[in-house]
C-alpha cells in the first residue's frame, strides 16, 4: 500500500547550524501533511501542519515545505539547539473518496541529534 | 491546560488476560484515535470516533481489539485473550474537529509477559 517514508533514518548536527529533515510521500491524494516531535516516553508532539493548497508555512524557528510535483515534505529548523534531539515523525491524511477525516499515515521517523 | 491523558501509563499483564486502556481526551475535541507504537517505528492507525461513532475502525488488527467512546469524552481499549505481540505503546489523539491537527498523550506502554 501507499505510506510515507524517509529518505534519511538518522541527522547529527552542531548546535546553532539550521537542520532538514526530508519525506517521501506516494499518495496524491493526501490533502493535509502534519510534522511531529516525540522525545523518548512521551507522545508526539504536534509542531506544524500544511494542506496541500499551499506550498510554504512557517513557525515559530521552523519552516515546513511541501512539494506535490515530486510529492516532497521538508521541515526546516532554524538554529538547531539541543533540546530539538528527539525523533521526527511526518504523516499525511489520505482524503478517501472525499470524505477528508484525520486519519493519519505515520513514516517511520527520522532521529535528530544535535551536538552543543 | 490539560491535554490528553491516558491511563495506565504501563502495563504488564501474562498472555491470554484481557486489558483496558483508558484515553480522556482534550474538553471539546469531537474527533478521538488511537494508534499503536511498536519499537522503534512509526504510528500505526487503530481506530477513529467522531463522537461515540466510530466510523473508520480499519486499523484493529483483529476481533481481539475492540474500543468505545461515551459521548464526546472518554474511550476504552480492550484487547482480549492477550498475546505477546500486543506488546507496544499505545497512543490516543485527540482534535477539535476531525481536520484540525491532532494532539497526543504520552501512551500507555503494554507489556505481555
Known amino acids: 500500500g501507499e505510506s510515507v517514508g524517509l529518505h534519511l533514518p538518522t541527522l547529527s548536527v552542531q548546535e546553532g547550524d539550521n537542520s532538514i529533515i526530508n519525506c517521501a510521500y506516494s499518495?496524491?491524494?493526501?490533502?493535509?501533511f502534519i510534522w511531529y516531535k516525540q522525545e523518548s516516553g512521551k507522545g508526539p508532539q504536534f509542531i506544524i501542519d500544511?494542506?496541500?493548497?499551499?506550498d510554504k508555512r512557517q513557525g515559530q524557528r521552523v519552516t515546513v515545505l511541501l512539494n506535490k510535483t515530486v510529492k516532497h515534505l521538508s521541515l526546516q529548523i532554524a538554529a538547531t539547539q539541543p533540546g530539538d534531539s528527539a525523533v521526527y515523525f511526518c504523516?499525511?491524511?489520505?482524503?478517501?473518496?472525499?470524505?477528508?477525516?484525520?486519519?493519519?499515515?505515520f513514516g517511520q521517523g527520522t532521529i535528530l541529534t544535535v551536538h552543543p | 491546560g490539560a491535554g490528553v491523558s491516558q491511563s495506565p501509563s504501563n502495563k504488564v499483564t501474562e498472555k491470554g488476560k484481557d486489558v483496558e486502556l483508558r484515553c480522556d481526551p482534550i474538553?471539546?475535541?469531537?474527533?478521538l484515535y488511537w494508534y499503536r507504537q511498536r519499537l522503534g517505528q512509526g504510528l500505526e492507525f487503530l481506530i477513529y470516533?467522531?463522537?461515540?461513532?466510530?466510523?473508520?475502525k480499519s486499523g484493529l488488527p483483529s476481533d481481539r481489539f475492540s474500543a468505545e467512546r461515551t459521548g464526546e469524552s472518554v474511550s476504552t481499549l480492550t484487547i482480549q485473550r492477550t498475546q505477546q505481540e500486543d506488546s507496544a505503546v499505545y497512543l490516543c489523539?485527540?482534535?477539535?474537529?476531525?481536520?484540525?491537527?491532532?494532539?497526543f498523550g504520552d501512551g500507555t506502554r503494554l507489556s505481555i509477559l
Open positions: 489523539a485527540s482534535s477539535l474537529t476531525s481536520n484540525q491537527p491532532q494532539h
Open positions: 499518495n496524491s491524494a493526501s490533502d493535509y
Open positions: 500544511i494542506r496541500s493548497n499551499m
Open positions: 504523516a499525511e491524511n489520505v482524503n478517501a473518496g472525499g470524505t477528508s477525516y484525520g486519519k493519519l499515515t
Open positions: 474538553s471539546g475535541h469531537t474527533a
Open positions: 470516533f467522531q463522537g461515540n461513532s466510530a466510523p473508520d
